[in-house]
């Protein structure tokens, strides 16, 4: 089956730096990355996906670039704020099933200091 | 939109009880809704896959008979923890499928429920 891991359980950045979250999975045949933060208490809230025929994708102040040859993806978060501290999952759908289900990682605990 | 609930939030139950909780999708129709457990600072492992009118997926090492899972209609799904023990608990989350959607892999989540057993 499909194996999802992150390479950092925490990260912890200074308020206005740039952070990045890497996550590496194991199934080539993965077509579908998505990127979620859970704060404390909370469910997880979608950020930004990518689907396989991309190697990167913007949103607001965040980017998400896939590398397919290494099967690795890390979400870029520009000009981090307080706000942005939570745990980030990637997840990766299980491929050729309609279910959406998913595998996620472990999580990265991202700690922003004012 | 595209907003999931769970309730309660926070449950506490005493061992050998049973416990329910519900997951509605507030303003769209949900097929499918998924189960997960979360223990503190891990990832979250899915339980069970909810069809509505049908019976519920398993995954693999969860029992069926203690975890019962009802989609008794097209926006609530309900999960019962039967004879909880001390083990059961943890973080309980829910999420939606929206009827009719073309994005395989969208799902929505509710907040969650933290499930305390005594």
């Known amino acids: 089956g499909e194996s999802v891991g992150l390479h950092l359980p925490t990260l912890s950045v200074q308020e206005g730096d740039n952070s990045i979250i890497n996550c590496a999975y194991s199934?080539?045949?993965?077509?579908?990355f998505i990127w979620y933060k859970q704060e404390s208490g909370k469910g997880p809230q979608f950020i930004i996906d990518i689907r396989s025929n991309m190697d990167k994708r913007q949103g607001q102040r965040v980017t998400v670039l896939l590398n397919k040859t290494v099967k690795h993806l890390s979400l870029q978060i520009a000009a981090t704020q307080p706000g942005d501290s939570a745990v980030y999952f990637c997840a990766v759908p299980v491929p050729h099933t309609n279910a959406g289900k998913s595998t996620f990682g472990d999580g990265t605990t991202l700690t922003v200091k004012p | 939109g595209a907003v999931v609930s769970q309730h309660p939030s926070r449950v506490i139950c005493k061992s050998g009880t049973s416990v329910k909780i519900e997951c509605r999708s507030l303003d769209f129709q949900a097929t499918t809704m998924f189960w997960y457990r979360q223990f503190p600072k891990q990832s979250l492992m899915l339980m069970a896959t909810s069809n509505e009118g049908s019976k519920a997926t398993y995954e693999q090492g969860v029992e069926k008979d203690k975890f019962l899972i009802n989609h008794a209609s097209l926006t609530l799904s309900t999960l019962t923890v039967t004879s909880a023990h001390p083990e059961d608990s943890s973080f309980y989350i829910c999420s939606a499928r929206e009827r009719g959607t073309l994005r395989r892999y969208e799902q929505y989540f509710g907040p969650g429920t933290r499930l305390t057993v005594t």
């Open positions: 199934n080539s045949a993965s077509d579908y």
